[in-house]
């Protein structure tokens, strides 16, 4: 699907169109309908975002151009063509974050009391009790480094708050200053506050970078300091480990952890004012090009801000506090393991988060880990944060005698030494822990109990859509299933075996598998959909989920559009699919919601002739999910809830005309204009599940 030049291409970039994502959630910044600090929170969120991007995709595309420059990719560029136009979206992106930041958000929070206090604008009273602070907090733990051939440039970690300062006059060994580096060490706070009494606003905060600005001087005695200035550089920070040799890979895996952050350099961030010489020094010491290199007229580390959104009590600047709730049967169960694994017997139970509790899911385990009956528990880990109650509960229950089986992916990007700490711990009291099929990622998250009941054993399942992550739970928006239906918890067990053992493909009766039946069973109902149009039958597919990169797929619904299905898509992020495309896909709708929770679930819908196949799954529609992770797909097969999913995830996000953005034919987003009642999605779902 390939042709010479992207204009013409049927598939779109990825990396623009992740580019796109960013410029979608920026506007939520830039809208001054949304709370002040939420706007503060947003901009951090993009800059975070960014790390990755430069981290992960830059560094791939970098890798592209060294080892297949002359490959036409399915966008229809060359590496160096997608570099070029990536790099130029990346400046025009940042250029608008650092203005929005600059000229708009800070200068409001400062109207609001909340202050970011720059050295020039410091009282005397601050300058005095900032260089106490520097004196006593910062300089002890600075170690300068004058550049000459005995101190060569230091060794740089991934993304951290470095200065180069610039130099005159001789040391006490008669030697000539010129340059000279200040690494900000990771143990020291990045933003404090400053008293009330001092800063004269009710929330005043010094950056660390304006107190090492401000005082540098400090520790260079007798030296002329003629200018300081923060920068920043990001490497690549994929991991790579050798699937073929290694033969532990939690050990391998440590290894390769060490180093991941000095990787190869890949993007510069220099304060907006250096000088163009030190600019051209830094660029050669990490082998990077002026196009490597962004000009911040903010922090360079922008995300740091993010902690002002936590700190700062102003909820009025904020979005209202949400509080879910446990639906029934749950909101009467919790502590009563019987009644719980009763409701859930008696049929199945659907919660969408984080509209709904996560907590029932924690009872869930909760009664699995204290109830007699129970004799086993198995869950897979993707994310679970550092502090996790969920693992807390698997380590009690593993305590208690319960057979705990535990699926624990330990290349799960950044969070990889979470997990391997968290299956150290489980190791320590007797839990079995695997870590999957090496080279396929295990992303399904299931976690299931095996209960005795008259003599037998019965199996209770829970299968979602997100992470069993805490803090996630209560932000992304996510569907998760409990269930006793035998054929789903037994075909559960199954992947299970071939997770933690060996042998051959077993089949499933309800569940989908990548990399087996997923992407097969998705194609087939797509294509089924397709001659069901062609035969003058209705046709309806809808689809939600995070990234739609998967070119088999894509092909299937321009083919399904032609045939003249009505295809709906709801892709938050990254998306290949071009649509509204005269004679290819003029009947595919592209959406992206953009609002308070990060939309997460994947939905997957086929009329099916009436029969309306719902499916939900941890996997979106890219070609890794399909064929490079272990992934679920599992049916809603109760009446009722196949209704609540269809109106929650679509009918819903359709209607939709504050959060949404409708997308072009060149892969561009236009906002979607609020047309009679406003319809805000993730309000509705508060007010109707909440």
Request: net charge neutral; charged share 20%; glycine share 6%.
């Given at each position: 699907?390939?042709?010479?030049?992207?204009?013409?291409?049927?598939?779109?970039?990825?990396?623009?169109?992740?580019?796109?994502?960013?410029?979608?959630?920026?506007?939520?910044?830039?809208?001054?309908?949304?709370?002040?600090?939420?706007?503060?929170?947003y901009?951090?969120?993009?800059?975070?975002?960014?790390?990755?991007?430069?981290?992960?995709?830059?560094?791939?595309?970098?890798?592209?151009?060294?080892?297949?420059?002359?490959?036409?990719?399915?966008?229809g560029?060359?590496?160096?063509?997608?570099?070029?136009?990536?790099?130029?979206?990346?400046?025009?992106?940042?250029?608008r974050?650092?203005?929005?930041?600059?000229?708009?958000?800070?200068?409001?929070?400062?109207?609001?009391?909340?202050?970011?206090?720059?050295?020039?604008?410091?009282?005397?009273?601050?300058?005095?009790?900032?260089?106490?602070?520097?004196?006593?907090?910062?300089?002890?733990?600075?170690?300068?480094i004058?550049?000459?051939?005995?101190?060569?440039?230091?060794?740089?970690?991934?993304?951290?708050?470095?200065?180069?300062?610039?130099?005159?006059?001789?040391?006490?060994?008669?030697?000539?200053?010129s340059?000279?580096?200040?690494?900000?060490?990771?143990?020291?706070?990045?933003?404090?506050?400053?008293?009330?009494?001092?800063?004269?606003?009710?929330?005043?905060?010094?950056?660390?970078?304006?107190?090492?600005?401000?005082?540098?001087?400090?520790?260079?005695?007798?030296?002329?300091?003629?200018?300081?200035?923060?920068?920043?550089?990001?490497?690549?920070?994929?991991?790579?480990?050798?699937e073929?040799?290694?033969?532990?890979?939690?050990?391998?895996?440590?290894?390769?952890?060490?180093?991941?952050?000095?990787?190869?350099?890949?993007r510069?961030?220099?304060?907006?004012?250096?000088?163009?010489a030190?600019?051209?020094?830094?660029?050669?010491?990490?082998?990077?090009?002026?196009?490597?290199?962004?000009?911040?007229?903010?922090?360079?580390?922008?995300?740091?801000?993010?902690?002002?959104?936590?700190?700062?009590?102003?909820?009025?600047?904020?979005?209202?506090?949400?509080?879910?709730?446990?639906?029934?049967?749950?909101?009467?169960?919790?502590?009563?393991?019987?009644?719980?694994?009763?409701?859930?017997?008696?049929?199945?139970?659907?919660?969408?988060?984080?509209?709904?509790?996560?907590?029932?899911?924690?009872?869930?385990?909760?009664?699995?880990?204290?109830?007699?009956?129970?004799?086993?528990?198995?869950?897979?880990?993707?994310?679970?944060?550092?502090?996790?109650?969920?693992?807390?509960?698997l380590?009690?229950?593993?305590?208690?005698?319960?057979?705990?089986?535990?699926?624990v992916?330990?290349?799960?990007?950044?969070?990889?030494?979470?997990?391997?700490?968290?299956?150290?711990?489980?190791?320590?009291?007797?839990?079995?822990?695997?870590?999957?099929?090496?080279?396929?990622?295990?992303?399904?998250?299931?976690?299931?109990?095996?209960?005795?009941?008259?003599?037998q054993?019965?199996?209770?399942?829970?299968?979602?859509?997100?992470?069993?992550?805490?803090?996630?739970?209560?932000?992304?928006?996510?569907?998760?299933?409990?269930?006793?239906?035998?054929?789903?918890?037994?075909?559960?067990?199954?992947?299970?075996?071939?997770?933690?053992?060996?042998?051959?493909?077993?089949?499933?009766?309800?569940?989908?598998?990548?990399?087996?039946?997923?992407?097969?069973?998705?194609?087939?109902?797509?294509?089924?959909?397709?001659?069901?149009?062609?035969?003058?039958?209705?046709?309806?597919?809808?689809?939600?989920?995070?990234s739609?990169?998967?070119?088999?797929?894509?092909?299937?619904?321009?083919?399904?559009?032609?045939?003249?299905?009505?295809?709906?898509?709801?892709?938050?992020?990254?998306?290949?699919?071009?649509?509204?495309?005269?004679?290819?896909?003029?009947?595919?709708?592209?959406?992206?919601?953009?609002?308070?929770?990060?939309?997460?679930?994947?939905?997957?819908?086929?009329?099916?002739?009436?029969?309306?196949?719902?499916?939900?799954?941890?996997?979106?529609?890219?070609?890794?999910?399909?064929?490079?992770?272990?992934?679920?797909?599992?049916?809603?097969?109760?009446?009722?809830?196949?209704k609540?999913?269809i109106?929650?995830?679509?009918?819903?996000?359709?209607?939709?005309?504050?959060?949404?953005?409708?997308?072009?034919?060149?892969?561009?987003?236009?906002?979607?204009?609020?047309?009679?009642?406003?319809?805000?999605?993730?309000?509705?779902?508060?007010?109707?599940?909440?």
């Amino acid at each position: 699907m390939s042709s010479a030049s992207s204009s013409h291409s049927v598939l779109l970039n990825r990396e623009l169109s992740l580019l796109k994502f960013n410029e979608r959630v920026l506007a939520m910044a830039e809208n001054p309908a949304t709370p002040l600090l939420e706007r503060l929170r947003y901009l951090c969120i993009v800059s975070s975002n960014l790390d990755e991007f430069f981290e992960i995709r830059i560094s791939s595309l970098k890798e592209q151009q060294r080892q297949n420059p002359g490959v036409i990719g399915a966008d229809g560029m060359t590496p160096a063509e997608a570099f070029e136009q990536v790099q130029t979206a990346a400046h025009d992106l940042i250029d608008r974050q650092n203005a929005l930041l600059t000229k708009q958000v800070l200068p409001r929070l400062r109207k609001e009391g909340i202050d970011i206090m720059e050295p020039s604008a410091w009282s005397e009273a601050l300058r005095e009790w900032a260089h106490a602070e520097f004196y006593r907090e910062v300089m002890p733990m600075l170690t300068p480094i004058g550049l000459d051939p005995a101190h060569p440039f230091p060794r740089v970690y991934n993304k951290s708050l470095n200065f180069i300062v610039s130099l005159s006059g001789n040391d006490a060994f008669g030697r000539s200053a010129s340059i000279a580096i200040v690494q900000a060490p990771r143990a020291l706070p990045r933003i404090m506050r400053a008293p009330s009494s001092i800063s004269g606003v009710p929330h005043g905060y010094i950056l660390l970078s304006a107190l090492i600005s401000a005082f540098v001087g400090d520790i260079f005695p007798g030296l002329n300091v003629q200018g300081v200035y923060q920068w920043r550089v990001t490497r690549n920070s994929d991991l790579f480990v050798d699937e073929e040799e290694i033969t532990n890979l939690r050990q391998a895996l440590q290894g390769e952890l060490s180093q991941r952050n000095f990787g190869a350099a890949v993007r510069l961030e220099i304060d907006h004012i250096m000088p163009e010489a030190l600019e051209a020094f830094l660029q050669q010491e990490f082998l990077l090009q002026p196009q490597d290199t962004y000009r911040v007229s903010g922090p360079v580390n922008l995300s740091r801000l993010m902690q002002l959104c936590n700190v700062v009590d102003r909820p009025d600047l904020l979005f209202p506090v949400h509080r879910p709730h446990a639906p029934a049967p749950f909101d009467t169960v919790m502590g009563k393991p019987g009644e719980l694994f009763a409701a859930i017997a008696q049929k199945d139970r659907l919660l969408h988060h984080p509209y709904q509790s996560f907590q029932p899911v924690l009872d869930f385990l909760t009664a699995a880990a204290t109830d007699p009956s129970v004799a086993a528990i198995k869950q897979t880990i993707y994310r679970t944060g550092e502090d996790s109650e969920l693992m807390r509960l698997l380590l009690a229950a593993a305590r208690a005698g319960k057979e705990v089986t535990v699926v624990v992916e330990l290349m799960a990007r950044f969070d990889e030494q979470t997990n391997i700490n968290w299956a150290a711990r489980l190791e320590e009291v007797g839990a079995h822990v695997s870590y999957g099929v090496v080279g396929h990622k295990t992303h399904a998250k299931m976690a299931l109990v095996l209960r005795r009941e008259k003599g037998q054993i019965r199996r209770y399942g829970h299968l979602g859509t997100g992470n069993y992550h805490p803090r996630t739970a209560k932000l992304y928006t996510d569907f998760g299933l409990l269930t006793a239906n035998p054929q789903m918890c037994l075909d559960m067990d199954k992947v299970f075996s071939l997770l933690t053992g060996l042998g051959a493909r077993r089949p499933l009766s309800t569940l989908l598998q990548s990399p087996f039946t997923l992407h097969e069973t998705m194609m087939a109902l797509i294509r089924a959909e397709t001659a069901a149009a062609r035969a003058g039958r209705k046709a309806r597919i809808m689809a939600k989920m995070n990234s739609l990169l998967e070119p088999e797929i894509i092909e299937a619904l321009y083919a399904a559009s032609t045939a003249g299905v009505h295809i709906d898509l709801i892709v938050r992020g990254a998306c290949a699919l071009r649509a509204g495309v005269p004679g290819l896909s003029d009947n595919i709708r592209l959406r992206s919601i953009i609002g308070r929770f990060l939309e997460h679930a994947r939905v997957f819908y086929f009329y099916s002739g009436g029969e309306e196949k719902v499916y939900l799954s941890s996997a979106d529609w890219m070609d890794r999910n399909f064929f490079r992770r272990v992934e679920v797909g599992f049916p809603i097969l109760d009446s009722a809830l196949k209704k609540r999913v269809i109106n929650e995830s679509f009918t819903l996000a359709m209607r939709d005309n504050q959060l949404a953005w409708r997308a072009l034919p060149d892969g561009t987003y236009a906002k979607v204009r609020g047309r009679g009642k406003p319809v805000n999605l993730h309000e509705s779902l508060l007010q109707t599940l909440g």
